[in-house]
Structures are given as structure tokens and as C-alpha cells.
């Protein structure tokens, strides 16, 4: 089964930067995987999609998050990482890995999943 790990979490100011990480495991791209994602929760809200990379590194982006963040993944497809810049007071919330052999865009349906590292920006 897909293990991920996510890291690289932390406490920010408003303006800042930050990046994430997910590490995966005990799986074959692209066998087991061939999309993954990055997804956030913040407290008292739906689990929501920032964004997207596909087997072809083409990427997908919620509106929250274009021009800010960046999603990448290195090319042994085991190290999939979040860049975020210009944080904002609403970014704050839980960021979840996600990875799953179907397409699903930024829909919460992925397979398997991180146990998420938390994001907190101060104003």
C-alpha cells in the first residue's frame, strides 16, 4: 500500500514562505500511483484541493492557490513537494498528501493519504 509522509510544516508570518514535502513508499509509480496532490484543512472546514501534478508533470492549481504556490515532484516520482509564498492568514490549515493511480484532479477521492503536517500563518 502507498505510504506517504508529509513534513516541512511549521509557523509563519503573513508574507512568508514555505515548503512542504511528501515522501513516498512501499509503492511503484506507476503502477500503484500516477497522480498526486497536495490538499488543505483548515479547522471547521472541508478538506479542499490546492493542487495537482500528473504522470506528465502537467499541473493543476485551485484559484487560492495560483501565482503562489508551486507543486513539483523530483524525477525517481518518490518526493513530491508544496512551494508557498506569500502566505496568507487563510492559509493556514492541516496540508495533506495525496496520491492515487486515477486522475481526480483536486476532488478529496485520492486513495491514499498523509497524515498531514500543519500550516500556520500569523498576521
Known amino acids: 500500500q502507498v505510504h506517504l509522509v508529509e513534513s516541512g510544516g511549521g509557523s509563519v508570518q503573513a508574507g512568508g514562505s514555505l515548503t512542504l514535502s511528501c515522501e513516498v513508499s512501499r509503492a511503484t509509480w506507476p503502477t500503484d500511483y500516477n497522480y498526486m496532490a497536495w490538499f488543505r484543512q483548515a479547522t471547521g472546514k472541508e478538506r479542499e484541493g490546492v493542487a495537482q501534478?500528473?504522470?506528465?508533470?502537467?499541473?493543476t492549481y485551485a484559484g487560492s492557490a495560483k501565482g503562489r504556490f508551486t507543486i513539483s515532484r523530483d524525477s525517481s516520482k518518490k518526493k513530491l513537494t508544496l512551494t508557498m509564498s506569500k502566505l496568507k492568514p487563510v492559509d493556514t490549515a492541516i496540508y495533506y498528501c495525496?496520491?492515487?493511480?486515477?486522475?481526480?484532479?483536486?476532488?478529496?477521492?485520492?486513495?491514499?493519504w498523509g497524515q498531514g503536517t500543519p500550516v500556520t500563518v500569523s498576521s
Open positions: 501534478i500528473d504522470q506528465y508533470n502537467i499541473t
Open positions: 495525496a496520491a492515487d493511480w486515477r486522475g481526480l484532479g483536486l476532488s478529496p477521492s485520492y486513495a491514499y
